[in-house]
């Protein structure tokens, strides 16, 4: 995937990491309000990683994400 946006906008910033949630949690602290970040992997490293953003008792609930 990145391959083909840095084919695409090359003059775009597009970090890839391998799986570690020292690593996700690293980028998710630094994006901003309008950055897009697309995870690939399996549900459960998907789900850590909400973890980052939503806490687990919080996600039945509505949540304003900032």
Do not use: C, H, Q, W
Request: aromatic share 6%.
């Amino acid at each position: 995937m990145a391959t083909i946006i840095r084919e695409i906008k090359p003059e775009m910033v597009i970090p890839v990491f391998e799986n570690g949630p020292r690593k996700i949690n690293s980028t998710i602290k630094g994006v901003k309000k309008d950055d897009l970040i697309l995870l690939t992997g399996s549900l459960y490293m998907l789900g850590e990683a909400r973890e980052y953003r939503v806490p687990k008792d919080k996600i039945l609930y509505e949540v304003e994400i900032t």
